[in-house]
């Protein structure tokens, strides 16, 4: 099963009884990955299916936020991401998983896996293989790893100014149909923020400590010319304005000069 390259010929000379199908991957549909298994017991039918969607654990660390600018709808953040393909092989062969991978599009190509949507910082890519240990077995996990710093773009609510609450958000997308690809919360290692490494302690308040709020989205079929739609997930830092820092050194310097003119 797992050696896509294998005829079936030499499926029949092996003449396999617990798994006795040759599995090909036929082709690339739009509904996901077309599987064909060719039985070569004539007790057997073959089959046609589709291969399930990899389901890929996200995560964001964002280490640091240094600045925030209201006026430009910006802030700068430095920040780590991580989408976990768990027990995808079950031995340290990585040419077997780096098969599927390619075939599910994820390598193998120039085109990047994953984009942020709401900035241009070139992110710096790597991967690993590593071994899980679960009730005395070894399984693999494959993961794909990304870290970005510089500035992001954001949507400011102000109409509270300056007892607003901002949520500062980091958008990325994986640029595979959600046919091929299903993005989940890593509820094993969440998400965190560095909550020591924030620099504007004095103009924010950090409200949910070092938790990062995570949501998953979709793209529209419309924003597409091919019809496909691409899953998405958003993580969000929410800082409370200290309103008495924009009192002590703006409101009232302000008063202060237009009452003596």
């Known amino acids: 099963c797992h050696d896509w390259n294998n005829s079936l010929e030499e499926a029949k000379k092996n003449n396999n009884p617990v798994f006795p199908f040759i599995v090909t991957c036929d082709k690339k549909i739009a509904a996901g990955i077309q599987i064909k298994a060719y039985s070569y017991q004539p007790d057997l039918p073959s089959f046609v299916k589709l291969a399930p969607a990899l389901s890929m654990r996200t995560r964001c660390n964002i280490f640091s936020v240094s600045k925030v600018d209201t006026v430009e709808q910006t802030f700068e953040a430095d920040a780590y991401f991580e989408c976990r393909i768990c027990d995808i092989g079950e031995t340290m062969e990585v040419d077997h998983v780096e098969t599927v991978l390619k075939i599910y599009g994820i390598l193998g190509t120039t085109v990047p896996v994953i984009a942020l949507l709401n900035s241009d910082v ?140």
Request: one cysteine or more; aromatic letters at 16%.
């Open 122 to 261: 070139e992110l710096e890519r790597w991967t690993t293989y590593t071994v899980e240990y679960e009730s005395g077995c070894s399984y693999y996990d494959y993961t794909l790893k990304f870290r970005g710093k510089g500035v992001f773009t954001e949507e400011f609510e102000l109409e509270n100014f300056p007892f607003d609450e901002q949520a500062l958000s980091i958008t990325f997308s994986v640029l595979k149909s959600n046919q091929l690809i299903v993005l989940e919360a890593n509820e094993e290692f969440p998400s965190t923020f560095v909550r020591s490494n924030f620099q504007m302690s004095n103009v924010f308040s950090v409200s949910h400590r070092d938790m990062v709020m995570t949501s998953k989205s979709y793209s529209s079929a419309k924003e597409s010319a091919s019809g496909v739609v691409y899953p998405r997930f958003t993580f969000s830092v929410v800082l409370q304005r200290q309103p008495m820092y924009y009192l002590t050194n703006i409101a009232l310097p302000m008063m202060a000069v237009s009452y003596t003119h």
